[in-house]
């Protein structure tokens, strides 16, 4: 790899709504928007933007080149017949199913999703349906709803919405960090002890990037040997690579 030089080379790190991780907000927040902060902080060499992508058109995107780097990424989420390069663990989170509490009612109803009406994320990939995020396959086999806002899919499970949504599928971080802000839903939602899938989230780079997985791993240790990486990830409710 080239020497990047006096000036700092501009790496553009895409993101798209995806709660901790990166929450559509005016401007942006969340665990990869503060991770791009500890990295400018770390070094001079590189300068990481972010740049706002959507999950159903991050593929293109990323073969064209339109950014260099994807964070808190997963290479089963869809990347399989692309060519990148990645790096190692960063963290780990859940995801789960939640429905809303009521009297007789306990974690058998999350063993039949195909019979329940469930509500997720458009372009997002599930464990439930083999990985699958195709709209047409998802709706063909499931009763699914996919929108583009995680609170309003919690919050059509708990105005007990059944006839539009009786399962939710979040992420286990986000659930908690909607739970410490309203206490009450602890009470309130039932959530599966069955996980829909595990995330081993890492960041996977296009290959015409000037940085290098290798580099951006030695970045990422100088982090987590300072700290940086234990508190974001104690912030945003992730676990360490396991």
Do not use: C
Not at 201 to 221: C, I, N, V, Y
């Amino acid at each position: 790899m080239a020497d990047p030089g006096p000036h700092p080379v501009p790496v553009y790190v895409g993101g798209y709504d995806f709660p901790p991780f990166v929450t559509a907000s005016a401007p942006p927040a969340g665990a990869t928007i503060d991770l791009i902060e500890s990295l400018n902080g770390l070094q001079d060499q590189y300068q990481f933007h972010f740049q706002k992508i959507t999950a159903n058109r991050r593929y293109l995107d990323f073969s064209a080149h339109r950014y260099d780097l994807i964070l808190f990424e997963q290479p089963q989420w869809g990347w399989e017949g692309l060519e990148f390069h990645q790096t190692g663990v960063i963290a780990e989170d859940d995801e789960v199913y939640v429905a809303l509490r009521r009297e007789g009612r306990d974690q058998e109803f999350f063993t039949a999703l195909e019979t329940r009406r469930l509500i997720g994320y458009l372009g997002y990939h599930y464990g439930f349906a083999g990985m699958e995020s195709d709209v047409a396959l998802l709706q063909q086999n499931f009763d699914i709803t996919l929108t583009r806002n995680h609170r309003r899919n919690l919050q059509l499970i708990l105005l007990d919405r059944p006839d539009v949504a009786e399962v939710a599928i979040v992420t286990r971080s986000f659930l908690e960090s909607e739970m410490t802000q309203y206490p009450q839903q602890r009470e309130q939602l039932l959530i599966s002890e069955r996980l829909d899938q595990r995330y081993r989230l890492r960041g996977l780079l296009h290959p015409q990037s000037t940085l290098s997985a290798e580099t951006l791993d030695k970045l990422l240790m100088q982090l987590e040997d300072r700290g940086e990486l234990a508190r974001l990830r104690q912030f945003y409710g992730l676990a360490p690579p396991g």
